[in-house]
T-cell receptor
Framework: EAQVTQNPRYLITVTGKKLTVTCSQN?????MSWYRQDPGLGLRQIYY???????DKGDVPEGYKVSRKEKRNFPLILESPSPNQTSLYFC??????????????FGPGTRLTVL | AQTVTQSQPEMSVQEAETVTLSCTYD???????LFWYKQPPSRQMILVIR??????QNATENRFSVNFQKAAKSFSLKISDSQLGDAAMYFC????????????????FGKGTKLSVKP
């Protein structure tokens, strides 16, 4: 089944404790992206990747890191999480970042709480 | 920068009736894509319908259709014969076809409209 998976689905952590949220897709997609969703704000892009080893900042990149060493994986890293990073996070992928007709497929979301 | 506005935080519809969700956007571009995504309680983001700005014909997908008014920068979603399973948060989103002033592939979302369906 074609899908985007994220792990963990739920995470409660404390301020300053490094964490990684994994994202994997099995559709051989070139483009991958991370969004965060906050009440009343909709979804906002954190980082994106056009292909392996090619990443760039989205609208709200502060406090986050990403890497794209393999085509299928695009982990989101919080080196020192803070309470304002409490949010619902979505990973998304599409066949190509250049083909704007391509649909972005979303993962199931990761609910992160930083105490 | 582009913005997307959904002016109805919540809407309600009777089962089997029709409801229209509003979306307006602001852009200086002439070519772009518009989307409606559905987010049910499971939180999964599901693409409902997509519209290319250069196409005058309104997109339709079964019970879902859009009214795309390019000059007015309006992109409303009509749900016909509403079903209980349509209850969800609906997001309107914009995607540029150029990279000028923003990240490639970035979907710019509105704040969402919560749709309730009454039996």
């Amino acid at each position: 089944e074609a899908q985007v998976t994220q792990n963990p689905r739920y995470l409660i952590t404390v301020t300053g404790k490094k964490l990684t949220v994994t994202c994997s897709q099995n559709m051989n997609h070139e483009y991958m992206s991370w969004y965060r969703q906050d009440p009343g704000l909709g979804l906002r892009q954190i980082y994106y990747s056009m292909n392996v080893e090619v990443t760039d900042k989205g609208d709200v990149p502060e406090g986050y890191k990403v890497s794209r060493k393999e085509k299928r994986n695009f982990p989101l890293i919080l080196e020192s999480p803070s309470p304002n990073q409490t949010s619902l996070y979505f990973c998304a992928s599409s066949r190509s970042g250049f083909r704007f007709t391509d649909t972005q497929y979303f993962g199931p979301g990761t609910r992160l709480t930083v105490l | 920068a582009q913005t997307v506005t959904q002016s109805q935080p919540e809407m309600s519809v009777q089962e089997a009736e029709t409801v229209t969700l509003s979306c307006t956007y602001d852009t200086s571009e002439s070519d772009y894509y518009l989307f409606w995504y559905k987010q049910p309680p499971s939180r999964q983001m599901i693409l409902v319908i997509r519209q290319e700005a250069y196409k005058q014909q309104n997109a339709t997908e079964n019970r879902f259709s859009v009214n795309f008014q390019k000059a007015a920068k309006s992109f409303s979603l009509k749900i016909s014969d509403s079903q209980l399973g349509d209850a969800a948060m609906y997001f309107c989103a914009y995607r540029s076809v150029s990279n000028y002033g923003g990240s490639q592939g970035n979907l710019i979302f509105g704040k969402g409209t919560k749709l309730s369906v009454k039996p």
